[in-house]
C-alpha cells in the first residue's frame, strides 16, 4: 500500500522527535513492504517567522490532500505576546478545525521497566492500561460566543456547547474501541451542576444501547481525576467532552512516568491527525535529550488507524517496549538510575534496530 503523510514538525522539539517518528516509519515501510511519502510543512512559531501565520495555506492544502498528519509540536514563549489568533496554538486549532476530526485517542499504558518512573506506587499502576476517547471539536475551545466583552478587557466569557449529534458520534467510537478492548466505557461529565453534561449522559446512555456487551458506567470529573490515580486498572475507555479529556489525559502521564510517552490521534475527519500529547518544550530544544516515545507511538497509531497495518503498528509498539526494557532511557525517564541517560537520536536508532530484530525473529519463526 502506499500512504501519503504530510510531517509537521513544528516548534522547539517537534522537529527532533518527529525526525526518529519518521525514522521509524521509514523501517517499517521497508520490513512490510509499504510505500510511505513524505511531504513537511510549516506550522506554528517556525511558519510565524517564515510566513508571518501559524498555518500558511500551502501547509493546510499539503495536510488536506494526504492520507495522514504527523505533527510534532507547536508554540514558544517568544509569540505569547501576540493577538490569540495570531498564536502558534491558532494555527493548530484551525488545523484540526479543517481536518475534522471530532474523537481523540490517548493511550496510556504503564510499562514494568519503568514503572519507578510514576510519582504512584508501582502496586497501583502495574498493568494499568487506559484509552482516554476525548471529543475534540465542541465545547469550550470552540464554542461561540468567547472572548473578552469590553474594551477594557475586564470581563471575558467562553460558551461550553454541545448537540446530540456531536456526542452521539464520539460516543460510538468509544464504544467501538472497548469491543476491541476489555468491554467497558466510563464517561465522565459534570452532569450535576453542567446542562451540556447532562445531555452528554442522556446521549451516551441512549448509544450505549447499541453495544450490549460493553458495560457503561458514568463519573463525575473530579471523582474520575482522583480514581484515575488511586486505581487505574479499573479503567479501560474513558470516554469525555474537550476540556475535561484535556485534563485527565495530561494527568494520566503520572501512570505512564512522563508526558513524553503520550500518543494521540484524532479520527473521524477528512484526514486524520497524529501527534505526541507533549508541548514544545523550548526550554530543552536542539539539546538532544527529548522523549521521541511520544511521536514514535502516534506512528504506530497512524499505522492502526489510518493504514489499517495493526502488525505493523505492533512492531513499533513492542520495538519501544524492548528498548526500555532493557534500561534505555531519556533524561526524562532517569531516576536515580546507574545507567547514563541516551539522547533522542540514539533512541530512535535502538527502536529501529529493534524493528529489524522483531521481523528476523518473524522470519525465523515462520521458517521453522
Known amino acids: 500500500m502506499k500512504l501519503h503523510i504530510t510531517v509537521l514538525p513544528g516548534d522547539g522539539i517537534g522537529p527532533e522527535v518527529t525526525r526518529e517518528a519518521v525514522r521509524c516509519l521509514r523501517a517499517v515501510a521497508e520490513i512490510h513492504g509499504c510505500e510511505f511519502a513524505f511531504t513537511e510543512r510549516l506550522i506554528g512559531g517556525a511558519a510565524i517567522e517564515q510566513t508571518g501565520t501559524p498555518l500558511p495555506v500551502e501547509t493546510l492544502d499539503a495536510c488536506l490532500a494526504s492520507d495522514a498528519v504527523l505533527l510534532g509540536a507547536v508554540g514558544a514563549p517568544a509569540f505569547d505576546q501576540l493577538a490569540p489568533h495570531a498564536r502558534p496554538e ?6 484540526r478545525r479543517a481536518l475534522s476530526g471530532y474523537a481523540n485517542l490517548r493511550p496510556v499504558v504503564s510499562y514494568e521497566s519503568i514503572a519507578d518512573c510514576s510519582p504512584l506506587r508501582a502496586e497501583i499502576i502495574a498493568g494499568a492500561d487506559v484509552l482516554i476517547v476525548r471529543e475534540l471539536l465542541g465545547g ?14 475586564t470581563e471575558s466569557c467562553n460558551t461550553m456547547r454541545y448537540t446530540v449529534a456531536e456526542i452521539e458520534r464520539v460516543a460510538h467510537i468509544a464504544f467501538q474501541a472497548a469491543q476491541r478492548r476489555r468491554g467497558k466505557v466510563t464517561s465522565v461529565d459534570k452532569a450535576n451542576v453542567l446542562e451540556t453534561s447532562q445531555l452528554w449522559r442522556q446521549t451516551v446512555t441512549r448509544v450505549a444501547q447499541d453495544y450490549p456487551q460493553v ?12 480514581h484515575l490515580m488511586l486505581r487505574p486498572q479499573a ?19 503520572v501512570i505512564a512516568g512522563s508526558l513524553g510517552l503520550l500518543a494521540s490521534a484524532t479520527v473521524g475527519g477528512a484526514v486524520d491527525l497524529y501527534e505526541p500529547v ?12 527529548a522523549n521521541p516515545c511520544g511521536a514514535i507511538a502516534s506512528a504506530a497509531l497512524m499505522l492502526r488507524h489510518t493504514a489499517r497495518l495493526e502488525a505493523a503498528a505492533e512492531d513499533i509498539e513492542a520495538a519501544l517496549q524492548q528498548v526500555l526494557d532493557a534500561g534505555q532511557r531519556t533524561a526524562d525517564l532517569q531516576r536515580g538510575s546507574a545507567q547514563a541517560s541516551i539522547c533522542t537520536d540514539e533512541f530512535g ?3 529501529v534496530e529493534a524493528l529489524a530484530e522483531i521481523a528476523d525473529r518473524r ?6
Not at 140 to 153: I, M, Q, S, V
Not at 238 to 252: H, K, P, V
Not at 278 to 289: C, E, L, Q, T
Open 349 to 351: 536508532a535502538l527502536v
Open 235 to 253: 479503567f479501560d475507555v474513558i470516554l469525555t467532552e474537550n476540556l475535561f479529556g484535556d485534563i485527565l489525559s495530561d494527568e494520566a502521564a
Open 140 to 153: 469550550l475551545y470552540f464554542g461561540e460566543p468567547r472572548g473578552f466583552t469590553d474594551e477594557a478587557h
Open 363 to 368: 522470519h525465523a519463526y515462520h521458517a521453522v
Open 215 to 226: 458495560t457503561l458506567e458514568h463519573q463525575y470529573v473530579d471523582a474520575c481525576a482522583m
Open 90 to 95: 491558532a494555527g493548530l486549532l484551525t488545523l
Open 278 to 289: 507533549h508541548g514544545s518544550a523550548p526550554d530543552i530544544a536542539g539539546r538532544g535529550v
